[in-house]
């Protein structure tokens, strides 16, 4: 599934190819704790579902 989010640490709009379904969101969306939901997701990729921020603007930030 394609997911758009916005970055919460930069603002930029980044669009990723992620193996969840529409039932997988919408059980994080309706209250599931995400790795509950999505436990198929990796960390990266849960993150992104919650924050719109990718494992480079994480690495970018801990370089600061």
Known sequence: MLIEKRSMLTNKTHIREIDVTREQVESWQGGMLIQEAMPNLSVDDREFI???TT???WDAM???
Do not use: F, L, Q, V
Request: proline fraction near 11%.
């Open 55 to 57: 494992p480079d603007e």
């Open 62 to 64: 801990e370089d600061k």
């Open 50 to 52: 919650m924050t719109g």
